[in-house]
């Protein structure tokens, strides 16, 4: 049973592509959020959902679209993709807590 | 000034010392901390929090806070070869936005 669980694990495309990525929690949380963590391993907050509405919005560009259809889903959409795009993308959760649970990340590479 | 310094290290500990890790935050106004150790291509998780000053035990780990000095370590003790990862530490501000240290790379010595 997998708490927090992105999809895919690891996605390699061309530049210019658009592509998305999934994440589901079955921990019944209330926000929800993405991390871009870089090569040099800095973790980076992107955004951030309550209750599917958006409350964090970082200073990432706009071709990063995050969708919220529901409390447990939380989607990046990502186009017109970028080498700079490359990292590894965690998707977290958490409940009227700052404490947050992450998802085994998704391994974004552009060529 | 970064919101949450950590040095990078990586800090190398002989088995079965003390490591102690070290981070300094910026905003005064922030009331919850957090020690994440991540493992090689594996997410973070959560292995301690506290949110008064003082120390905080659990099992070999010890978080310690001074908000007067903006600081908040973490001290291993008895240290394993499995305890080397990445240990990141956290603050949420009083803009309730988590914010990750850079971390710092522990590496425990057979």
């Known amino acids: 049973d997998t708490a927090v669980s992105q999809t895919p694990k690891y996605l390699v495309t061309q530049m210019g592509n658009d592509k998305s990525i999934k994440c589901e929690q079955n921990?019944?949380?209330?926000?929800m959020y993405w991390y871009k963590q870089d090569s040099k391993k800095f973790l980076k907050i992107m955004f951030s959902?309550?209750?599917?509405?958006?409350?964090i919005n970082e200073t990432v560009p706009n071709r990063f679209s995050p969708k919220s259809p529901d409390k447990a889903h939380l989607n990046l959409h990502i186009n017109s993709l970028e080498l700079g795009d490359s990292a590894v993308y965690f998707c977290?959760?958490?409940?009227?807590?700052?404490?947050?649970?992450f998802g085994q990340g998704t391994r974004l590479t552009v060529v | 000034q970064k919101e949450v310094e950590q040095n990078s290290g990586p800090l190398s500990v002989p088995e079965g010392a003390i490591a102690s890790l070290n981070c300094t935050y910026s905003?005064?106004?922030?009331?919850?901390f957090f020690w994440y150790r991540q493992y090689s291509g594996k997410s973070p998780e959560l292995i301690m929090s506290?949110?008064?000053?003082g120390d905080k035990e659990d099992g070999r780990f010890t978080a310690q806070l001074n908000k007067a000095s903006q600081y908040v370590s973490l001290l291993i003790r008895d240290s394993q070869p499995s305890d080397s990862a990445t240990y990141l530490c956290?603050?949420?501000?009083?803009?309730?936005?988590?914010?990750f240290g850079k971390g710092t790379r522990l590496h425990i010595l057979p």
């Open positions: 977290a959760s958490s409940h009227r807590s700052p404490q947050a649970f």
């Open positions: 921990l019944g949380h209330d926000t």
């Open positions: 959902y309550n209750n599917k509405e958006l409350i």
């Open positions: 905003d005064r106004g922030s009331q919850s």
């Open positions: 506290i949110y008064s000053n």
């Open positions: 956290a603050v949420l501000n009083r803009d309730d936005k988590i914010i």
